[in-house]
């Protein structure tokens, strides 16, 4: 099988699909993963076949609005940043339709990321099979709301009734920006019909569009009233090299107790000297050492007190379970390493998927409540942190959850799934 993993986004959103790709090959199978270039070389060092696809994501959120958005999670900011993307959006969503049209030609088979959904649409042109690859729930349930809103259970038959209604709206959310664009790929590329104004979904509801979420089943169970061939895999992990610390932070770490790790990937601002402020506060005041990994923006570039550590990156499986709480900013694959790690966490949600999982995991006891960017203060974050590292209850759950997770086999699972989707489709 020559299997092609189209995936757009940010490094945390290609990390599971490398991760899929890699188990992939050690099956025997050949496999390509098509993203942004600026994953190229980490790509190609892992020994994947690398194909490009249009757009720079880091460039992205470097623009003002996203830089303003990206500081304090303001509305405004939300809206600028929304402007900027929009007046860019058409190029942008016609380059990456063009380059899915060619990376995929000779696939076996297909699995995309969300964003990359108009790849589904080739199996109705070519015949290819294809399966949706997703990070967090997309497909309409009444056990949950769509994947954006705060995640609970539905405690009467109208929350149910709305969760589903959620889900055919995040759909549209997701589906009439790009309408045109995509109708125009139909027309122009594809040599076929317009797709409906209400979009591919309910012809795509079928055991021919399978799709594997890469969370854990443990964390977000299966609803009943999905059908079988779509359902959690558990999380798409991947296996790090052997990681040598620096001698800066194998003192760090030997100096004292356990610090509080604290980093929001690509989340990070580019100018985020008062979330550097608000970070070292709180810590300051929960009596904690810490650790800031810079990610994408520039977190910790400032004058550090003895006590606190700044790395660019560290790979999460080394050092989340070094760790005696974790800050995070609530991604799909950030969330899944920490409850891994069995540390308590506090998500600070920006965007997207983040509150969901933020609100889940504080529904399961794991996690104090989540704090919003737009509400982070020194006091709130440094009164999580207290909770998170010395809440016993707390800690314990956190600690059996990432027993139980760390069994799991969430690529192992997905491959499965893929392996027979591709026999019944031959």
């Known amino acids: 099988m020559h299997l092609v993993i189209v ?4 490094r945390g959103d290609v990390q599971p699909y490398l991760a899929l790709a890699l188990r992939a090959m050690r099956g025997g199978h050949r496999v390509t993963l098509a993203t942004h270039d600026v994953f190229r070389t980490w790509v190609e060092g892992q020994g994947v076949t690398f194909r490009s696809l249009h757009g720079d ?4 959120l ?3 609005g996203a830089r303003a958005w990206l500081s304090d999670g303001s509305r405004v900011g939300l809206l600028r940043f929304a402007r900027e993307f929009g007046r860019e959006f058409t190029g942008l969503f016609d380059g990456l339709l063009a380059d ?11 699995v995309h990321g969300m964003v990359c959904m108009a790849a589904s649409q080739l199996h109705e042109i070519r015949g290819t099979p294809v399966m949706g690859g997703w990070l967090a729930p997309l497909t309409p349930t009444r056990a949950f709301p769509v994947a954006g809103l705060t995640c609970r259970a539905p405690r009467s038959g109208w929350e149910e009734r709305r969760n589903w209604i959620s889900h055919l709206v995040g759909e549209q959310l997701l589906w009439q920006p790009s309408r045109t664009t995509v109708n125009r790929w139909r027309r122009g590329t594809l040599h076929t019909t317009p797709l409906p104004f209400l979009g591919p979904f309910s012809a795509q509801r079928t055991a021919s569009y399978p799709v594997c979420y890469a969370y854990s089943p443990t964390v977000l169970p299966r609803p009943a009233d999905w059908p079988e061939w779509i359902a959690p895999t558990g ?3 991947l296996d790090e ?3 040598a610390p620096s001698a800066a932070l194998s003192g760090f770490l030997d100096a004292g107790d356990a610090p509080v790790t604290i980093g929001f990937g690509s989340m990070t601002p580019q100018d985020c000297e008062w979330l550097t402020r608000v970070v070292l506060d709180a810590c300051e005041r929960a009596e904690c050492r810490a650790i800031l990994l810079q990610g994408w923006g520039t977190l910790g570039q400032a004058a550090m007190p003895t006590w606190a550590h700044v790395e660019p990156d560290v790979p999460h499986g080394w050092l989340y379970p070094r760790s005696s709480a974790i800050v995070h900013h609530g991604g799909a694959g950030t969330t899944g390493a920490a409850v891994r790690s069995g540390v308590p966490q506090v998500i600070v949600p920006l965007g997207f998927d983040q509150q969901f999982w933020g609100s889940r995991l504080h529904e399961m006891g794991v996690s104090p409540p989540p704090i919003r960017r737009r509400d982070l203060t020194a006091s709130r974050l440094a009164s999580a942190i207290r909770i998170a590292r010395t809440d016993a209850r707390l800690r314990d759950a956190a600690a ?3 027993d139980v997770v760390r069994r799991e ?11 027979a989707h591709l026999a019944r489709s031959g």
Do not use: N
């Not at 994501?57 to 992205?60: A, H, I, L, T």
């Not at 086999?409 to 392996?419: K, M, N, Q, S, Y």
């Open 7 to 10: 995936t757009s986004g940010s």
């Open 241 to 243: 090299p052997a990681f």
């Open 100 to 110: 899915m049209t060619a990376v995929t030609a000779d696939a076996d088979l297909i």
């Open 400 to 402: 059996a959850l990432g």
């Open 235 to 237: 999380w798409w992990t």
């Open 409 to 419: 086999d969430g690529t192992g699972v997905a491959l499965a799934r893929i392996e």
């Open 62 to 64: 470097s623009a003002p």
């Open 57 to 60: 994501p880091k460039g992205m």
